[in-house]
């Protein structure tokens, strides 16, 4: 199998934007309208909510709208206000060292994902791997600050919005771990998800939302699938949630373990999924140093690397028969 990854640099929402929505949006309307959800937003209702919850995004959100075409389906789905659910697998995990270093590997289905790594100045410059469109599986801004989430591993869901959004949102307001954490602590989301957020101070956090309880914020270096103990059993064994958990608190705990090390870990099993077929095959690898301001994606024998002084437009096709051969020959090797 075959996927392409395309960085497109765009200031401003305009025609670049536009060809993405153009390209995915068939997709995306037929996730978002079927079935018919009788309990779906009114669009009057999801632009209250960003109203009310992000303000700073009206603005960017109102020129989307136009740009999609300004008809009300599009218009609710990029309100990303009370989305149908979905999931994902992941972990992420962060270490200190000549700079403070957030690594995670994007674990879900290859038909599920835009490949898009948009860099933006809405708010404040960022670097961002996209999704819905305008949201943010994972990203940093020019202040070094870099996020990324991970299913919680629940099935409660809920009044609040898609994550993907919620982290678009910590990168254009915040400069901190701190004010990225009160922020997520506020935001009222749809799902169960595990948020980790470092910044070029060394200072970390994930703090772990819910649709049906307070979200906490923990001093936690390392996340998966599940929130203290996994509750919803068949998804935790599916994606061996327990076993990456452990063999990343197990890693880390290593002396003179740094950040060379700890990509190396990612680009191969147990972190590192096959899995593509159940949905759960890891899709890529991103690295942000959050001193550097920088942004790497990789995959077993390639990389991207970009930056906000060196950011240049390019597309990598990753061959997936090859990298996972790649990958399974580094765990042997190991």
Same mark, same amino acid.
């Given at each position: ?27 995306? %309307? ?25 303000? %700073?995004? =009206? ?5 989307? @709208? ?12 990029? !309100? ?9 697998? *992941? ?11 957030? @690594? ?14 948009v860099k933006t100045a809405?708010? /404040? ?10 949201? =943010? ?34 990168? %254009?307001? *915040?400069? !901190? ?10 935001i009222p989301v749809h ?5 980790? @957020? ?41 994606? !061996? ?45 991103? =690295?942000?140093?959050?001193? !550097? ?9 390639? /990389? ?31």
């Amino acid at each position: 199998m075959d996927l392409p990854f395309d960085a497109i640099e765009e200031d401003q929402p305009g025609p670049k934007w536009q060809q993405l929505f153009e390209r995915h949006w068939p997709a995306y %309307e037929r996730w978002f309208t079927t079935p018919p959800r009788l309990d779906a937003p009114y669009y009057l209702t999801c632009l209250r909510a960003l109203r009310q919850h992000m303000p %700073e995004l =009206v603005p960017t959100y109102e020129t989307l @709208v136009e740009l999609a075409g300004g008809g009300d389906t599009a218009a609710r789905f990029l !309100s990303m206000y009370n989305p149908p659910p979905y999931l994902t697998a *992941c972990s992420q995990a962060v270490v200190n060292g000549v700079e403070p270093v957030l @690594v995670r590997n994007y674990d879900y289905s290859p038909k599920l994902i835009e490949g898009a790594i948009v860099k933006t100045a809405w708010c /404040r410059p960022v670097i961002a791997m996209s999704d819905c469109l305008w949201g =943010v599986l994972d990203g940093i801004n020019e202040d070094g600050l870099a996020v990324s989430l991970s299913f919680g591993g629940r099935r409660a869901v809920g009044q609040g919005f898609g994550v993907p959004l919620v982290l678009r949102y910590v990168l %254009e307001v *915040c400069s !901190s771990t701190q004010q990225a954490a009160e922020v997520l602590m506020r935001i009222p989301v749809h799902m169960s998800y595990n948020v980790t @957020v470092a910044d070029s101070a060394g200072r970390y956090v994930t703090v772990y939302l819910a649709p049906d309880r307070p979200p906490q914020a923990r001093p936690d270096a390392v996340s998966t699938n599940h929130q203290d103990e996994p509750e919803w059993r068949e998804h935790a064994r599916a994606t !061996s949630t327990l076993e990456r958990e452990d063999y990343l608190l197990k890693r880390l705990a290593q002396p003179n373990f740094d950040a060379v090390a700890l990509v190396e870990s990612f680009l191969r099993p147990p972190l590192y999924s096959t899995a593509l077929e159940q949905g759960f095959g890891t899709l890529y690898t991103a =690295v942000y140093g959050t001193r !550097s301001r920088s942004a790497e994606y990789r995959w077993p024998g390639m /990389r991207l690397r970009q930056s906000f002084d060196d950011f240049h437009e390019a597309q990598v096709t990753v061959r997936f028969d090859r990298v996972h051969a790649l990958a399974h020959a580094k765990r042997r090797a190991h």
